[in-house]
C-alpha cells in the first residue's frame, strides 16, 4: 500500500477540515433533536393544542398506522416518481435550453423577457388549464413539477455559462476553437459549480411541484393526504406528510450534495 507522507502542517490541517465536518453534522442532529423535542414537550404539556399542532409522537403513530395499511410507501411512491420524472425533465431541458441560449445571443436576448414574464405567473392558477389540456393523470402533475422548475433551471444554467471567465474564452478563440469545443473543453466543466447550485434548488421546486399538482388533480400521493387530512380535520395525517415531504427532499439534497463533492475532486 502507497504510504502518503504529510507535513504536520497539512495533518493539522486535515484534522480540523474533519473536525469541522463532525461539528457540522453533530449541530444538525442536535437541532432537529431540539425541535422535536420542545416541538412534543409543549403537545404532551397542553402549552399548544396537539389536536391542530400535532406532535412527534402522533406522527409516529401516524406513519405506523399507514404502514400497517399499506399505503404508506404507495403514496410515497407515486408522488417520488413524480417529482424525480418532473425534476430531471426540468433539468434536462432546461439545460439544453441554456446551451442553446449561450450560443445565440441573439435569442437569448428576445426570448429572455418572455421566460421572465412566465416566471413571474402564479403557477396554481394554470391548474385548471393544464387539466383540459393533459387530462387527470400523472402526467398532468408531471407537467406541473416540470413548470415550476424549468426556468429556473434555464435561467441559473445560462447565468452560470455566462459567468466563465472571458479571458479564457478569448483565448479558446485564439487558438481557433469553435463553439462546440469552447462549450465542450471550457464551459460546461467551468459551470458545474452553478449547476450543482441549481441541482439544489430544483429540488425544492421540483417536490413543491408535485405536490401543487396532486393538490390539483391526484387521488393518491402524499400531496393527495395533505388535501385530504385537511378537508376531513385529520390534522395529524397532514403533519405527517409534510414529515415525510421533508425527509425525502432532505435525502435527495443529501445525494446532490454528494454529488457536488465528487465533481469537486475531478474538476
Not at 453533530?26 to 422535536?36: D, F, K, N, P, Q
Not at 478569448?170 to 450543482?196: D, E, F, H, Y
Request: charged content about 15%; hydrophobic content about 55%; some cysteine.
Amino acid at each position: 500500500m502507497k504510504k502518503t507522507n504529510y507535513s504536520r502542517e497539512h495533518l493539522a490541517y486535515l484534522k480540523k477540515l474533519k473536525k469541522k465536518r463532525v461539528t457540522v453534522i453533530l449541530s444538525r442532529v442536535l437541532i432537529l433533536a431540539v425541535v422535536l423535542g420542545i416541538w412534543e414537550l409543549l403537545a404532551q404539556t397542553k402549552a399548544i393544542d396537539p389536536y391542530i399542532t400535532s406532535s412527534p409522537s402522533r406522527v409516529a403513530q401516524t406513519i405506523v398506522s399507514l404502514y400497517r395499511d399499506g399505503s404508506l410507501f404507495y403514496h410515497i411512491g407515486i408522488t417520488l416518481c413524480e417529482t424525480l420524472v418532473g425534476f430531471f425533465i426540468a433539468v434536462i431541458v432546461g439545460y439544453v435550453i441554456a446551451i442553446i441560449f449561450w450560443a445565440s445571443d441573439t435569442l437569448h436576448a428576445i426570448v429572455e423577457p418572455y421566460i421572465v414574464v412566465l416566471n413571474s405567473l402564479p403557477k396554481i392558477a394554470l391548474g385548471p388549464l393544464i387539466i383540459i389540456w393533459i387530462g387527470t393523470g400523472y402526467e398532468a402533475i408531471i407537467f406541473m413539477t416540470v413548470l415550476v422548475a424549468i426556468i429556473l433551471c434555464i435561467m441559473n444554467t445560462f447565468a452560470g455559462f455566462a459567468a466563465v471567465d472571458p479571458t479564457k474564452l478569448t483565448l479558446m478563440k485564439a487558438m481557433g476553437a469553435g463553439k462546440p469545443t469552447t462549450l465542450l473543453k471550457l464551459v460546461i466543466p467551468a459551470s458545474l459549480p452553478a449547476l450543482m447550485n441549481t441541482l439544489k434548488v430544483a429540488v425544492g421546486l421540483a417536490w413543491i411541484g408535485s405536490i401543487m399538482g396532486e393538490y390539483i388533480v391526484s387521488k393518491a400521493g402524499l400531496g393527495h393526504l395533505i388535501n385530504y387530512g385537511g378537508q376531513v380535520m385529520q390534522l395529524d395525517l397532514v403533519m405527517t406528510s409534510t414529515f415525510i415531504l421533508c425527509v425525502l427532499t432532505g435525502g435527495m439534497y443529501a445525494i446532490i450534495a454528494l454529488m457536488e463533492k465528487l465533481v469537486v475532486k475531478q474538476f
